[in-house]
């Protein structure tokens, strides 16, 4: 099943406790740590906009990429709202294009764990060099083995509240270093019923 389909319209419901604004004054210190105080910041995997739009808010000048229509359509529904120039595009961060270089880019919240093959992280890190300027630097996190193993394992997650509700089942494979996470969503319509949502991720430690 393709992912961040049906649940990106709810992503940020599920996610109300990552605390984005905090990674975000993180991220803005290690840019002007790095002599990054303006131009042009890539956000690869950006979702629905969090990173992006407090990176924004702090003066860069953005460009988000995301190879998911829906959750791109989250995050150019806060653009409106919030009126905040930023480009979003429609690109796979193993082949994007862009029309020129960048001060840095940023990938946050484990997106570069979608990244499943040696040879597309490699292509991965070549598209970026290619797209920074001379002093520009990369930011990006990743989940561990560790946590894979050990936090996540073969355990499952569940959440009820109010008016939504979720299971999400993991099953990691330790020959393969792959973790599947499969997310049941139950979500209250406004007729009392509750509609479900499925949806199978896959990420490489």
């Known amino acids: 099943m393709e992912s961040y389909t049906g649940f990106a319209e709810f992503y940020d419901l599920f996610m109300d406790n990552i605390p984005y604004e905090e990674w975000s004054k993180y991220l803005i210190s290690l840019l002007k740590e790095n002599n990054i105080n303006d131009g042009i910041v890539l956000d690869m995997g950006c979702g629905t906009g969090n990173i992006t739009e407090f990176l924004a808010k702090a003066g860069y000048d953005m460009i988000g990429i995301d190879n998911s229509e829906d959750m791109l359509m989250e995050a150019m529904n806060k653009r409106y709202d919030t009126g905040l120039d930023i480009l979003y595009l429609c690109q796979d961060m193993r082949d994007f294009e862009l029309y020129g270089t960048v001060a840095a880019a940023v990938s946050i919240c484990d997106s570069m764990n979608y990244i499943l093959e040696d040879e597309d992280l490699l292509e991965v890190f070549h598209l970026v060099h290619n797209y ?13 083995v560790y946590k894979y193993e050990n936090i996540l394992a073969d355990n499952t997650f569940a959440e009820d509240r109010e008016k939504s509700s979720f299971i999400w089942e993991n099953y990691y494979d330790e020959e393969d270093e792959i973790n599947q996470y499969d997310l049941s969503l139950f979500v209250l319509e406004e007729d009392g019923r509750y509609r479900k949502y499925e949806e199978t991720h896959l990420q490489r430690a």
Do not use: A, K, S, Y
């Open 132 to 144: 920074l300027d001379n002093e520009g630097i990369f930011i990006f996190d990743m989940n561990t």
